[in-house]
């Protein structure tokens, strides 16, 4: 079902109506076994609040989670406790979501502890090898987050969200607080690592960039609704929705031949997610918007795995 999460926000003393925000809209999409899935869109789109819905890290207002023939939202307190040693999450900051007073051979014991893996021994034995699994060294386990870099604290990241041997991985922002050349050796660990573990990844970034050599396939969110998806050649070689054009449109290219590709200038500014346009809530952005937009909202028509939520396709 189409999932939904809407966010009420007080008013407090002011007298004025609570707001609702649609952080996510109606959302259906299905990521595929072993592949990675990269949600992609600007800040405030709802793309973090759909992951973390996916993984049941928050409650849906609306729609279910189909995890292998399971609704992970209809499932009770301990069956959902067994199921999250399968579904875990690699944030965006390695140093706010490491605890700074634990040692990371803690830190790596947490999740091993919270479900009962083994003895201490067993433990310890096990977090040297997920240091190793993510290229660092064994000892290392006795130091505190704040001796690490920025690039070694994603990997120890890394390594908690392994450690109880997941299927599937969401990856929030999880490279965009690292240089470039720290994010492209992050990336290649992520990639080895799900082809040794087969592992499945939804892979969250507001940077298009960043998933052209790693995603199989794209999902682009505007304002709580997913408005484009596709395979990662065919969003970037033949981008049909003019908000992901506008995106691609501003990621560098080395091509010179692409250089020259049409940038669609966005009107307006961005819509509160509060008080969302009628229509087609990108129309009053979109050089391309005629009278329809305003009033009738396009769905997202899929075939194959592709589809656009437009009522005028670019390339058609
Ligand atoms: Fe633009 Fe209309 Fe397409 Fe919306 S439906 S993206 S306003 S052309």
Do not use: W
């Amino acid at each position: 079902d189409q999932l939904t999460k809407y966010y009420r926000m007080s008013a407090g003393f002011l007298g004025s109506r609570d707001k609702v925000i649609r952080a996510v809209d109606g959302v259906s999409l299905e990521i595929y076994e072993r592949e990675t899935f990269a949600l992609v869109g600007e800040s405030g789109c709802g793309k973090t609040t759909l992951g973390r819905a996916m993984l049941r890290l928050v409650e849906r207002t609306a729609g279910s989670v189909n995890y292998r023939g399971q609704d992970l939202h209809s499932l009770d307190e301990g069956s959902m406790r067994a199921m999250r040693k399968k579904l875990q999450i690699v944030f965006q900051d390695p140093f706010a979501s490491l605890n700074p007073r634990m040692r990371v051979k803690d830190i790596l014991a947490e999740p091993l502890r919270a479900h009962a893996y083994g003895s201490e021994a067993r433990i310890e034995e096990r977090c040297r090898e997920l240091l190793e699994v993510v290229g660092l060294r064994p000892h290392l386990m006795r130091h505190y987050p704040h001796q690490f870099s920025g690039g070694q604290r994603q990997r120890i990241g890394v390594a908690r969200a392994l450690a109880n041997n997941p299927e599937f991985v969401v990856c929030d922002e999880a490279v965009s607080a690292l240089d470039v050349s720290i994010q492209a050796q992050v990336l290649n660990l992520l990639r080895d690592l799900q082809e040794q573990l087969k592992l499945t990844y939804l892979f969250i970034t507001h940077d298009l960039s960043v998933v052209r050599q790693f995603a199989d396939r794209i999902g682009v969110m505007f304002l709580g609704r997913l408005v484009e998806v596709g395979t990662t050649e065919e969003i970037f070689s033949n981008p049909r929705h003019p908000y992901t054009m506008f995106l691609i449109s501003a990621v560098p290219r080395a091509d010179p031949h692409q250089r020259n590709r049409e940038r669609p200038v966005l009107v307006g500014d961005i819509p509160s997610p509060v008080n969302l346009p009628s229509g087609c809530r990108f129309h009053t952005r979109c050089p391309y918007a005629k009278d329809i937009c305003r009033t009738e909202d396009p769905a997202l028509a899929t075939n194959d795995g592709r589809g656009v939520a437009c009522h005028f396709p670019l390339g058609e």
